[in-house]
């Protein structure tokens, strides 16, 4: 099994920053592409950013230029840094990795989520 924990969410006002952190663990033969999602309240799950295991970063035109996707290989995790937030990024946020497991070959996994709150 493959687990996903999240920490670096809170509160913060509007024009403010956090980092997000992301750690897998577990029986990880190789991770490929991994990303972050969000749910603001009362609305679906969306695509925040995504990197691939070459580094190649891809983000919602929402929040580009204001967050940062990176990946520190030796460690497999994932970081979101988050600059100049707006109330309209409120919500909880959520790592996902595409993983080549050693026991159960290639599946997603999720991490439990983590609530930012911006206040304006």
């Known amino acids: 099994q493959v687990q996903l924990v999240e920490s670096g969410g809170g509160l913060v006002q509007a024009g403010g920053s956090l980092k997000l952190s992301c750690a897998a663990s577990?029986?990880?033969?190789?991770?490929?592409?991994m990303g972050w999602y969000r749910q603001p309240p009362g609305k679906q799950r969306e695509l925040v950013a995504t990197i691939t295991s070459d580094d190649i970063t891809n983000y919602v035109d929402s929040v580009k230029g204001r967050f940062t996707i990176s990946r520190d290989h030796a460690k497999n995790t994932v970081y979101l840094q988050m600059n100049s937030l707006k109330p309209e990024d409120t919500g909880v946020y959520y790592c996902?990795?595409?993983?080549?497991?050693?026991?159960?070959?290639?599946?997603?996994?999720w991490g439990q989520g983590t609530q930012v709150t911006v206040s304006s």
């Open positions: 577990g029986s990880i033969f190789r991770i490929n592409a």
């Open positions: 996902d990795a595409l993983v080549t497991t050693t026991t159960l070959g290639k599946r997603v996994y």
